[in-house]
């Protein structure tokens, strides 16, 4: 069974910063992409930034110069820096990790920014 734990969300003021973390443990044969969602109040849930299994990166454009989305493939974890936050950016952040044939999630976590 496959686990992602996150943390690194909060409160934080508009300009501000915070980096999330999500670490995977469990079996996973091979992981094609770790990713980070988020999911505000009465939208849908949208891709933030991926991150392939051969370094690759891509992001959504209104986070484009100011989230970086790392990983660190010895302990399966996956980062994103937030930088400049913004009101818009408040939403349950969800981490995603891909591998052959399963796809997995993490249990979200919040994070608010107040203008």
């Known amino acids: 069974q496959v686990q992602l734990v996150e943390s690194g969300g909060g409160l934080v003021q508009s300009g501000g910063s915070l980096k999330l973390s999500c670490a995977a443990s469990?079996?996973?044969?091979?992981?094609?992409?770790m990713a980070w969602y988020r999911q505000a109040p009465g939208k849908e849930r949208e891709l933030v930034a991926a991150?392939?299994?051969?370094?690759?990166?891509s992001y959504e454009g209104s986070v484009k110069g100011r989230f970086t989305i790392s990983r660190d493939n010895a302990k399966n974890t996956v980062y994103l820096q937030m930088s400049s936050l913004k009101p818009e950016d408040t939403a349950v952040y969800y981490c995603?990790?891909?591998?052959?044939?399963?796809?997995?999630w993490g249990q979200g976590t919040q994070v608010s920014v107040s203008s």
């Open positions: 991150i392939f299994s051969g370094g690759g990166t």
């Open positions: 995603n990790v891909a591998g052959v044939t399963s796809s997995y």
């Open positions: 469990g079996s996973i044969f091979k992981i094609n992409r």
